[in-house]
């Protein structure tokens, strides 16, 4: 092994390969508040032709889709000539192109750096290394991170995971059984620090022709779902000024399999240089900018076709007072509840903005001891928030905690498990198909309530950032719903995953109550006035939560409200409810339930919530495409299928870009994640998605395994994006359209430049609308996309 001195030597350059390769691995937050992650958002410094050679080397896997698909898509006719011809130039004509993506099919397939225990199971048979060392590891950081699944606690937790794992795998006896003999001595001589020891068993096993920050990188992708939790929490230590060596503690264990593997059977100098000599890995980079071309052509096809749908639609802004407003999420499935209520009512006006309503806290739900953030994770929550609860609401809560508890052991024990049914016999079986377990969106109860310490001024400041951030500060109506939105479904552990993802992972209702609560206050509403927006004195705002599983909206605290609203309130109700008929009507093809009646669709769907074997209680975010920041008259009566995040914006009232600025550096960046995350589930299942929904195993409550062993799954269920026959999300980035000068936008990402990175680099597309035109940003200059047609 190597030497300390050399180590010490060693260590300020190795340190930046290993802090540059650990920057390379996403975040993976825990189910508990599970949210939509970027998996390259640790990459976007780099274009994304140049991410896509990165991925290929360290994953194995380019986040594009396969030549034989662009060629389907091709000859299907869903990329046309013209889109093709958009994406060529000098070097690659339309013909080139094509005949890339058709020598493609017979190219040598690309390969990524191997591990020493990949390289054993390719040049042994019957080796399976890497799996053993995923398994090993896996089964290692679901005892230390463990969240009170297992009966058993680890006696090393309080120490760092890997001086805990050191000293346990000194005495594991798994290795040696499998056929990895001298494990146990061999760790006991590793160093007893994880920087000394990656500097040790780098030295020792990796080979020449690899950089020490492909190949560490490449060790945590091969455990890439543990890394990311081990992210997670050191990204959440970090927001608080705190150190936290958990995800460089993680290569230093993975590190030390390899190396162990390579101490075990390199046992002479043949054997030792014919891996530390071996080639680089086969890249073909003129096929990779083929294929990151054809996905451009691909999604130039329904950018055109959005485009030329906004800048023709001609309805006209309304200075009358509407009947009512209502406030939404830009959550895609919005646009399906919004259209519909527009199309019910159409004297209600309805406004789209992110669905934690500019109020972020950390709320204590219930008898809970803890808060969880309601806010987007690029946040902080400065504010804390509980529920009052009474005697009385309490030990009802502490009933329903208990009773949600045993159903958890239930699912956790052997009783719940396929042989335990299989040998108690199908009676067993039909009485546990019988139970159901929901998990509800709502907290209909008790009332969130801010700290008896925020004063009128501070919460007069997020009453006025809700208000001037969704471009209402004017015109208001009698009546205003703040609608927050949240699913419910049984049985599902990616359940928060249908949640806001403005609001953490959880259900809008707490936000939405909150920001009706106060800016119904007499205190905050004179604060506002004196600060510009004044709030007519018979504008009453209600909080409501929309059901996105069953369309309903429930209605919340409606006890306060005056009873000269009551007609308003009743008139809302009945719109809301004749808006969520039509919602399922448009919802139950995709959900294979359009043979049903409207009358039937409400009980299947109700029906469907509570059934713990519904692996696909509905489609979330699948298909989502674009982001709209505009007023709604541009995107008012055009179907955009559910595929568009709409956010309300005017930039005549937006003097100094701050609303603008807000838009591109929050909501744009969480709906890129969510789109991104979308598109490599989409385009490499088995590398970025999160499995079969049916194999799933809950490890430690903190995340999935497949099946009863290997890494945390990193991204989205297969159940999440296929229908059982065909995927039914279409792999396109993002591409977001802003009713903006030119000059506008340029201005906020010349201040921004980590947000004008990611279009600039070609993660998301951007363009502006200005009247009867669309512009395309195309890295610091604007091209004419699209115009209105002139008949």
């Known amino acids: ?30 189910l508990k508040h599970f949210v939509a992650v970027n998996p390259f958002a640790h990459l976007t410094s780099q274009r994304f032709t140049e991410a896509c050679d990165l991925l290929q080397r360290t994953d194995g896997a380019m986040p594009l889709q396969s030549p034989a698909e662009y060629l389907a898509l091709w000859e299907s006719g869903e990329i046309q000539p013209a889109d093709l011809a958009k994406v060529c130039d000098a070097t690659w004509t339309p013909e080139k192109l094509s005949e890339a993506l058709k020598a493609a099919q017979n190219d040598e397939a690309a390969q990524c750096i191997p591990t020493y225990a990949d390289w054993l199971d390719q040049s042994r048979s019957h080796a399976h290394w ?32 890997y001086a805990a794992w050191r000293e346990a795998a000194q005495y594991d006896a798994n290795a040696d059984v499998f056929g990895l003999h001298d494990f146990n001595s061999y760790v006991a001589k590793l160093p007893q620090t994880a920087a000394e020891s990656i500097a040790t068993c780098l030295a020792e096993v990796k080979p020449a022709v690899i950089s020490d920050t492909d190949y560490l990188h490449r060790q945590l992708v091969t455990i890439s779902g543990w890394a990311g939790y081990a992210q997670y929490l050191a990204r959440e230590d970090s927001l608080r000024s705190k150190e936290n060596p958990l995800v460089s503690d993680l290569l230093a264990i993975r590190l030390a399999y ?30 990779v900018d083929a294929l990151v071309r054809w996905q451009l052509a691909y999604e130039h096809g329904y950018q055109h076709q959005l485009a030329t749908s906004l800048v023709n639609n001609s309805h006209a802004a309304s200075n009358q007072r509407p009947a009512s407003q209502a406030i939404f999420c830009i959550d895609v499935r919005s646009e399906i509840f919004r259209r519909n209520l527009e199309l019910t009512s159409p004297d209600i006006q309805t406004i789209g903005f992110a669905g934690f309503f500019a109020f972020p806290v950390a709320h204590k739900s219930g008898t809970s001891t803890t808060a969880a953030s309601r806010c987007p994770v690029l946040l902080v929550p400065p504010i804390e928030t509980c529920e009052p609860v009474p005697a009385d609401v309490s030990e009802q809560l502490e009933t329903e905690a208990a009773e949600r508890g045993a159903w958890k052991a239930f699912q956790n024990s052997a009783a719940s498990c396929f042989s335990f049914v299989e040998t108690l016999g199908i009676g067993f079986g039909a009485a546990l198909g019988k139970g159901k377990q929901t998990t509800s969106p709502t907290c209909d109860r008790v009332a969130p309530a801010f700290d008896p310490e925020t004063d009128v001024q501070t919460r007069a400041t997020l009453a006025e950032g809700a208000l001037r951030n969704m471009s209402l500060t004017k015109n208001f109506a009698r009546l205003v719903l703040v609608c927050g939105h949240g699913s419910q479904s049984a049985n599902n552990p990616y359940a928060s995953s249908l949640d806001c993802g403005a609001c953490g992972g959880h259900a809008g209702d707490v936000n939405a109550r909150l920001a009706a609560d106060t800016l119904n206050d007499h205190a905050v509403r004179d604060v506002l006035a004196t600060r510009g927006i004044a709030l007519p004195a018979d504008t009453v705002f209600i909080a409501g939560l929309h059901n996105t599983m069953t369309d309903e909206v429930v209605l919340f605290d409606l006890e306060k409200l005056p009873d000269t609203h009551a007609d308003d309130v009743a008139k809302l109700r009945e719109a809301l409810a004749q808006t969520a008929r039509g919602a399922n009507r448009e919802r139950s093809g995709a959900l294979g339930l359009g043979s049903l009646s409207n009358q039937e669709l409400p009980d299947v769907l109700e029906n469907r919530s509570q059934d713990i074997a519904e692996v696909r209680p509905e489609w979330g975010l699948a298909n989502n495409a674009a982001l709209v920041a505009a007023p709604r008259h541009r995107t008012q009566g055009l179907n955009l ?40 589930s989409r385009v490499n299942p088995g590398q970025y998605g999160g499995g079969n ?34 995927f039914v999300h279409e792999p396109r980035r993002l591409s977001v359209f802003i009713e903006a000068p030119t000059d506008k936008i340029d201005a906020v990402l010349t201040a921004q430049p980590e947000v004008r990175q990611l279009f600039d680099h070609g993660w998301i597309h951007l363009f502006a609308l200005e009247g009867e035109k669309c512009q395309q940003y195309q890295t610091g200059k604007w091209d004419a996309f699209a115009s209105r047609d002139v008949k």
């Open 641 to 680: 299928q559910g595929r568009s995040f709409l956010h309300d914006y005017d930039a005549q009232a937006d003097e100094d870009n701050a609303v603008l600025t807000l838009i591109l550096c929050a909501p744009v960046v969480v709906a890129s994640w969510i789109n991104l995350q979308y598109y490599a």
């Open 258 to 287: 390899d190396a162990a593997l390579f101490h075990a059977f390199a046992q002479n100098e043949k054997t030792k240089t014919e891996w530390l000599t071996i080639t680089a890995p086969h890249q073909n980079p003129q096929l």
């Open 130 to 161: 890497a799996n053993f060392i995923t398994d090993e590891i896996s089964k290692w950081c679901a005892t230390y991170f463990d969240e009170n699944q297992t009966t058993w606690r680890s006696p090393w937790r309080k120490t760092g995971l």
């Open 693 to 726: 929904k049916v194999l799933h195993n809950v490890i430690g409550g903190l995340g999935v395994a497949e099946g009863n062993g290997g890494d945390l799954k990193v991204g989205l269920p297969l159940q999440s994006i296929h229908n059982g026959e065909s």
């Open 1 to 30: 092994m190597t030497t300390s001195t050399n180590q010490e030597a060693a260590a300020p350059e190795l340190n930046q390969e290993i802090k540059e390769a650990i920057s390379r691995i996403p975040p993976l937050w825990p």
